[in-house]
């Protein structure tokens, strides 16, 4: 029989997009384990539990919000594999989603729905929300268009997501003028559902029409926000089960004592 490996996970599971990193990672342990894990309720910010050593981990995969848990986890001295775009843990394992893919087909999506004018909508200061824009404004402008992107009027020096989403919500009377002086109609695209569903609640406040005058869109197809959203949010869906599936097996093949410079594994999206 096969020893059980000892994996600290420090994934949120308040998320859908966490969970689903979650079964991928039980999928795999399930098929080539016995693993047993160390996982629980926690926040992006929360550090590394006191009694985390005295288990004394084998591996770790983990999505790192901070240098301050980057820190914490280097001094386990075990292998780590890293899901966050951030980049805290410097010559890291890393399991991503291939960003450019899943912007690709958001544009083609709406670019496809015969719309002239297109704008992004993210949290400043967030890298992976900026890393969106980036690749939205570049695609698009292989389709001849240049797209609108609100700003905001102080770039956040928080990387958190709650903390981001705390100051887009003090935005929100910017955001809504913003979007009632674009021009109609127009595709927007927002770095993820929960900014589309901050975006839907501004062209509430100034009467803005849904999907009539604004197609929006979102990233993660979370479905429970998504069927939130009055009208129904249309979002993209990456393949975080496989994200989660992918950082299991290379985390086993790292505890196993597989050699070699760290890298970064992108994962295709599923749908738009």
């Known amino acids: 029989m096969s020893r059980t490996r000892r994996v600290v996970l420090l994934v949120e599971s308040t998320t859908a997009y966490g969970r689903r990193l979650l079964q991928g990672i039980s999928d795999y342990a399930n098929t080539y384990g016995?693993?047993?894990?160390f996982h629980a309720e926690r926040s992006t910010v929360d550090p590394v539990p006191g009694e985390l050593k005295k288990w004394k981990p084998e591996g770790v995969i983990a999505r790192i919000h901070t240098q301050k848990l980057a820190g914490q986890l280097r001094y386990l001295?075990?292998?780590?594999?890293?899901?966050?775009e951030q980049g805290f843990l410097k010559k890291a394992f890393r399991v991503l989603d291939n960003d450019q893919a899943v912007v690709r087909l958001?544009?083609?999506?709406?670019?496809?729905?015969?719309l002239q004018n297109f704008g992004y909508v993210g949290y400043p200061g967030a890298q992976f929300s900026e890393q969106r824009w980036q690749h939205f404004a570049r695609i698009l402008k292989e389709y001849g268009f240049s797209?609108?992107?609100f700003r905001s009027d102080k770039r956040s020096s928080r990387h958190v997501l709650a903390d981001l989403m705390v100051d887009a919500r003090r935005e929100t009377p910017r955001l809504s003028k913003w979007l009632r002086d674009l021009p109609k109609p127009i595709g927007i695209l927002t770095c993820n559902d929960m900014r589309?569903?901050?975006?839907?609640?501004?062209?509430a406040d100034v009467g803005i029409r849904v999907p009539d005058e604004i197609a929006l869109m979102g990233i993660d197809n979370d479905d429970v926000l998504c069927d939130l959203c009055n009208p129904s949010l249309s979002s993209v869906e990456p393949n975080p089960r496989k994200v989660g599936y992918e950082a299991a097996a290379l985390l086993s093949r790292l505890i196993a004592g597989s050699k070699g410079?760290?890298?970064t594994v992108f994962v295709e999206p599923l749908r738009c």
């Open 34 to 37: 016995p693993w047993t894990f």
């Open 77 to 84: 001295k075990v292998p780590i594999v890293d899901l966050y």
């Open 106 to 114: 958001a544009a083609a999506h709406l670019r496809d729905c015969g």
């Open 147 to 149: 797209p609108y992107v």
């Open 196 to 203: 589309a569903w901050g975006v839907l609640t501004a062209c």
């Open 261 to 263: 410079s760290p890298k």
